[in-house]
């Protein structure tokens, strides 16, 4: 199984910066991809940003030029830097991989999440 933390968010203000990391453990034998999703109270959840294996991002409209996703060198890690955060950005952070463990195939695996809070 793979398991997932994340950490970093927080309350901060309009304008303002965070930066999201997640780190994936277990019994990793490839991850596929790593995404942030977000969930706003009384919305769906939806995708923020993606990285692929080969460092492909994709980015949520709403976020492209203030986001930035990126992998670590060890791989097993996904950063989200989230500049010029807006109160729209309040929401519940999921960190999500698709990942193969050596003990199974390839499947979906969810954080626990981290709440985002802009406000002033």
């Known amino acids: 199984q793979v398991q997932l933390v994340e950490s970093g968010g927080g309350l901060v203000q309009p304008g303002e910066s965070l930066r999201l990391s997640c780190a994936a453990s277990?019994?990793?034998?490839?991850?596929?991809?790593m995404a942030w999703y977000r969930q706003a109270l009384g919305q769906q959840r939806e995708l923020v940003a993606s990285?692929?294996?080969?460092?492909?991002?994709n980015y949520a409209e709403s976020v492209k030029g203030r986001f930035t996703i990126s992998r670590a060198n060890a791989r097993n890690t996904v950063h989200l830097q989230m500049n010029s955060l807006k109160p729209d950005d309040t929401a519940v952070y999921y960190c999500?991989?698709?990942?193969?463990?050596?003990?199974?195939?390839?499947?979906?695996?969810w954080g626990q999440g981290t709440q985002v809070t802009v406000s002033s």
């Open positions: 999500y991989c698709n990942a193969r463990s050596v003990i199974g195939p390839s499947r979906g695996y």
């Open positions: 990285v692929t294996d080969g460092n492909s991002t």
């Open positions: 277990g019994s990793i034998f490839r991850i596929n991809f």
